[in-house]
């Protein structure tokens, strides 16, 4: 069968399994995080700006996703282009897999373990910005190894900016990318670049609200998930219970730093990104003065992002016992993890200015998303490269 055969299966394949979730999922097309992007692109799509439902200035998310929102226009329609970027996305795995490897073997084996993944099927599901995220970056991801030219380092580099307007996550990969392309004149360029989105939008939100930032979100998510992490993981009972007291405390004393400084009886009377300053540097502080808690709030992400399988997703849609679709899924991630492991020091051997670059990107991107709010939905813009690793491991040895 030749490549485009295989890749053709491979699609196929993919978008059925994604169809069948989309159909059996019964319009459950909704998770908590949704509003926070559809409200933002409801007031674009009616000509109002990228504001939130207070029709004040929308500073925690970014406006990539939102965007994309307004193109698509409606739950339905987005999930079923999500479902659809998904289905060519593991084409691209196939593609890539097979030109980086020489071996087809690596090539079908990572594009079944990103076609039939669960996370990535579940949240192809959701109003969320993951697969767009996946998606664009895999591209990037391509682009930067294919670039030679300081045009190529330019359109790289602003990809890389309109990335950080998706998901803010990506904020710093950029700087894995220099690692990358060092050696190479282009990679001044590509830095510049990659700058250029983020700082003005960065911009964009201090003549807003006075605060020079990307995502305000990030003062909250350090407060509510790094620092109340740090302190509920060292706590002696239910993580998740322990989570919610310190966060009630944190926020406590958030709100006596905001309204002393700022003089003012109720902190929601100021634009969120005055708030998350406090956030911020509250949390982090409580990150800083409690480095065991941290460490172990970090570690926990990890595992949550590398192991969560996430098999309540299959739950919903399986008639499968419950039981058994827990263990089967918990034992897939846990062996396609050791895959990943035995994928790049296979990777390694064979290129290893790719090997450094997916597991310099790889660890970049699991690292800065682990805290206590890490779940498997964190490993889902990482699948494409994550199934490329894990089918290196089936590459034979010559």
């Known amino acids: ?6 890749a053709i299966v491979v699609f196929c394949a993919a978008l059925a399994a994604h169809l069948a979730y989309f159909f059996a999922s019964n319009g459950d097309f909704f998770y908590p995080d949704s509003a926070t992007y559809m409200v933002p692109a409801q007031n674009l799509a009616h000509g109002l700006g990228f504001v939130n439902w207070m029709h ?7 406006p990539g996703y939102p965007l994309f929102l307004v193109l698509t226009r409606g739950a339905v329609a987005t999930v079923l282009v999500q479902h659809l970027l998904s ?5 691209a795995v196939f593609l890539a897999a097979a030109r980086w490897s020489g071996s087809r073997a690596v090539a079908i084996v990572a594009a ?13 599901n959701k109003v969320l910005s993951e697969t767009l995220f996946a998606a664009i970056f895999f591209a990037i991801f391509l682009g930067v190894l294919s670039a030679k030219t300081n045009r190529a380092a330019i359109v790289t580099g602003l990809a890389t900016g309109v990335l950080v307007l998706i998901r803010p996550v990506a904020i710093l990969w950029f700087v894995v990318v220099a690692i990358y392309l060092w050696r190479r004149r282009i990679a001044i360029a590509f830095v510049i670049c990659a700058l250029v989105f983020p700082i003005a939008w960065g911009l964009r939100n201090r003549a807003r609200t006075g605060v020079f930032t990307i995502a305000s979100v990030a003062g909250t998510n350090m407060l509510m998930y790094r620092g109340a992490g740090a302190l509920a993981i060292m706590d002696d009972y239910e993580f998740k219970d322990a989570l919610h007291d310190r966060q009630e405390e944190l926020l406590e004393q958030a709100d006596e730093m905001i309204e002393r400084a700022e003089h003012v009886q109720d902190r929601n009377e100021l634009p969120h990104a005055v708030q998350a300053q406090y956030f911020g540097a509250l949390g982090r502080r409580v990150f800083l003065q409690h480095p065991l808690g941290a ?26 016992p419950p039981s058994i679709v827990q263990m089967s899924l918990d034992a897939f991630t846990a062996i396609e993890f050791l895959f990943v492991l035995a994928g790049l020091i ?14 310099l990107t790889l660890l970049y991107f699991i690292v800065i998303s682990a805290g206590g709010e890490s779940e498997a939905r964190f490993r889902v813009p990482l ?14 040895r010559r």
């Open 112 to 124: 079944v373990l990103f076609a039939l993944d669960p996370p990535s099927i579940h949240y192809a």
């Open 295 to 320: 460490a172990m709030i970090t570690l926990h992400g990890i595992e949550m992002i590398l192991f969560d399988s996430d098999q309540d997703s299959m739950m919903i849609v399986s008639k499968v």
């Open 1 to 6: 069968m030749s490549s485009r055969s295989v």
């Open 56 to 62: 004040v200035p929308e500073t925690i998310r970014t």
């Open 346 to 359: 296979a990777m390694w051997r064979h290129d290893r200015a790719l090997a450094l670059f997916t597991g």
């Open 383 to 396: 699948m494409p490269l994550y199934a490329i690793s894990a089918g290196f491991a089936f590459r034979p």
């Open 87 to 91: 289905a060519l996305l593991a084409v």
